[in-house]
């Protein structure tokens, strides 16, 4: 109802009347003067230039639909047989999932973790928002980069990707060969990039690189 809401918008001109009996059917009551204001917002919709709003409306009553195992349609009471939007749901072409595949490449972010107690060395590394937990490397180059605990990092190795359904490609593991100290500017963006995190202190620091370089000299956290 709330996503039907959005979608349809004009929030003074639109009300909930009734949820008709039967497969799910949410029915509402537009006022007679902003029927032509609704009608000209889903036609923007179905073009596929709409309000962004109403767009991303639109995308997520379509993911719960499909999460439900159903699709819908938006149709004029009295009217079913005239579709004005369609929600295809679970019926939509669902994309294909790759891989794993083997790619050598490089991770750039603060190096937060080190830990593990057998031959295998875990590490994280946070980039803004995106932790990477799937790190492993040995002791010796555990050893070396326990020396820069709090630095932003690259990491270089061997990476076992998966792109999902969504199209985003996943990181399933990253084998840690070697690695580079990034200089005072990355340590910046870094920064930048730490004050951007929802929910972080980062944000009320007024000097975040001095508070990064200090935890990079003692190596351990405030």
Do not use: C
Not at 46 to 51: F, I, L, P, S
Not at 129 to 140: K, Q
């Amino acid at each position: 109802m709330q996503h039907l809401a959005a979608f349809l918008g004009h929030e003074t001109a639109v009300h909930f009347v009734a949820l008709k009996e039967g497969s799910t059917q949410l029915v509402s009551r537009i006022d007679h003067e902003d029927v032509p204001k609704v009608a000209t917002r889903l036609a923007q919709v179905k073009r596929g230039d709409g309000a962004p709003e109403a767009v991303k409306a639109q995308g997520e009553i379509d993911r719960l639909l499909a999460e439900d195992n159903a699709d819908g349609f938006v149709y004029e009471d009295g009217k079913t047989e005239a579709v004005i939007i369609a929600f295809p749901g679970a019926s939509r072409p669902r994309p294909a999932t790759y891989g794993p595949f083997s790619q050598e490449g490089s991770l750039d972010g603060l190096l937060i973790s080190i830990g593990g107690a057998d031959q295998t060395v875990h590490v994280q590394l946070q980039n803004g928002e995106v932790r990477y937990v799937g790190i492993e490397t040995d002791r010796e180059t555990a050893r070396r980069l326990a020396k820069h605990m709090y630095e932003p990092i690259r990491v270089f190795g061997i990476g076992r990707w998966i792109r999902d359904a969504e199209g985003q490609w996943l990181l399933r593991r990253f084998r840690l060969q070697t690695f580079a100290v990034l200089q005072a500017d990355d340590l910046r963006e870094a920064a930048a990039r730490l004050r951007q995190v929802e929910g972080s202190d980062w944000g009320k620091i007024d000097d975040p690189l001095t508070v990064l370089k200090a935890l990079r000299d003692e190596g351990k956290a405030h």
